[in-house]
């Protein structure tokens, strides 16, 4: 069975914080993919990376970054400096190779307070 | 600018009525996916397709129908209303991704339902 378990229901920071979102997922496949998307209050979920199996470096993105770490099945999502507009609802999810379907954790409601 | 666009932001619905959702997209896009977004569940999917006139059972299809006769088109049905399918409904499509692609889903804005 594939599974995202995503444990912190809400977060919040204080602007300028740093802060991490973790992602723990389960899967018995070798080759998949791992996202993370974020909903702001619109509504609209806004595709924020991806990453497959096989690569396991870091990456960062301006404020953002990413570690995973295969040996303990997580995907983390780190906010350094955060802002205001970085409150959302964050999303991690997992996609085996051989299918589109996306399967999402519960989601991390992050509250940035100015 | 790539849109999915899904026709209703708000609806409120009576129990045992038929309801519509429709999901448009022009990306063409061979996947298209119906999820729906309930507090402390996270997204889970309902029906998907991969191309006109398929259709396959996501993790909650009870309840549930589809349509596909167009690529661009992806309908959600609802054959009788009930309450506990107040939620929100999110649209989504991804390009033919399968080993070694992408294939990061394209979200519409979402349908709030109220069934009363």
């Known amino acids: 069975a594939q599974k995202v378990t995503q444990a912190q229901t809400e977060i919040s920071v204080v602007e300028k914080e740093d802060v991490t979102l973790d992602c723990v997922y389960e899967?018995?496949?070798?080759?998949?993919?791992l996202f993370w998307y974020k909903q702001p209050p619109s509504g609209e979920l806004v595709f924020l990376i991806r990453r497959n199996s096989f690569d396991e470096q870091n990456e960062i993105s301006g404020r953002y970054s990413w570690n995973f770490q295969k040996s303990t099945s997580s995907f983390n999502f780190t906010i350094t400096a955060s802002q205001v507009v970085d409150s959302a609802v964050y999303f991690c999810a997992l996609r085996a190779s051989n299918t589109g379907k996306l399967i999402f954790g519960q989601g991390t409601t992050l509250q940035v307070k100015p | 600018d790539v849109k999915v666009t899904q026709s209703s932001r708000y609806l409120v619905k009576r129990t045992g009525e038929k309801v519509f959702l429709e999901c448009v997209q022009d990306m063409d896009h061979e996947n298209m996916f119906w999820y729906r977004q309930d507090p402390g569940l996270g997204l889970r999917l309902i029906y998907f397709?991969?191309?006109?006139?398929?259709?396959e059972k996501g993790d909650i299809p009870e309840g549930y129908s589809v349509s596909r006769e167009k690529k661009e088109r992806f309908s959600l049905i609802l054959e009788s209303a009930s309450t506990n399918q107040t939620s929100m409904y999110l649209c989504?499509?991804?390009?033919?991704?399968?080993?070694?692609?992408?294939?990061?889903?394209?979200f519409g804005e979402g349908s709030r339902l109220t069934v009363l």
């Open positions: 989504a499509s991804s390009p033919p991704g399968l080993a070694g692609e992408g294939g990061e889903l394209f």
């Open positions: 899967t018995r496949d070798t080759t998949y993919y």
């Open positions: 397709s991969y191309d006109v006139k398929m259709k």
